[in-house]
Structures are given as C-alpha cells and as structure tokens.
C-alpha cells in the first residue's frame, strides 16, 4: 500500500471526520462559553463582591504603581491572577455545560424502547419440502 492511499484510508475513516467536526464546534463553543463568562457571568459575580472586576487583578512583580492591568504590564512584569480566575471560572462553566450535554444525551438514549426482535425469516418452500422427504424416508 503506498503511503499516500495509507494516508488516505486513515484521514477519511469516521473517526477522524468525527474528531474534525468536534474540534471545529469545540472551537465555536468555547467562544460563547467565553461571551457567557465574560459578557453575563463575570459582571454578575462582580457586582455581588463590590463592582469588582476580576480581570483587573494583578500583583506587580517589578514595582509598578499602574492602577489597571494594561498600564501595569506595559510597566514591566506582573501576575495576573484576575485573569487567571476568569479562565478557571470560564473551565468550570464549560465543563457543567458539557456535563449537561452529556446527561441530556444519556438520559434520551436510555428513553428509547429497545427494538423487538426480528421475526425468524419463513423457512423456504424446497427446505420444507426435503425435510418432509427426509422424515418420510425416517419412518419407512
């Protein structure tokens, strides 16, 4: 098998079209679970803690006296754990999401009756009739 239908044979298998198409969902996903965290949640949180904004949190590690984020990195090194707090929150959020999914997924396929089982296929004419022969022949 030459390398290129070897490629071929492994790029086009279900898998690896499943794993495309999830990725590039996953991609779109995580920008409204991004919007959702920081355009809904995050304001929220704020608000109920004092106004506060959490992506304006940030030690300085080199002295600077900056008062926002922005000023203080343009000032030199910083730790910023306010967005390190976004981030965590915003995989939390995603991850209870996913588990909603996934429950939801589980809790459908269980709903579903099982299929009963197929009739067995009517035994043909000629196999009916050879095996009355054959039972004939038996009792002579």
Known sequence: MS?????KEFAVKGNVMDLAVGVIIGGAFGKIVDSL?????MPVIGKIV?????SNYFIPLAGQTATTLADAKK?????AYGSFLTVALNFVILAFVIF?????INRLKRETPPAPPAAPAPTPEDV???REIRDSLKQR
């Open 100 to 104: 909603l999914m996934i429950k939801q």
């Open 75 to 79: 000032a030199g090194a910083v730790l």
């Open 50 to 54: 004092g106004g506060l904004d959490f």
């Open 37 to 41: 965290v920081g355009d809904v949640v």
């Open 3 to 7: 390398f290129f239908s070897e490629f």
């Open 128 to 130: 009916v009739l050879l």
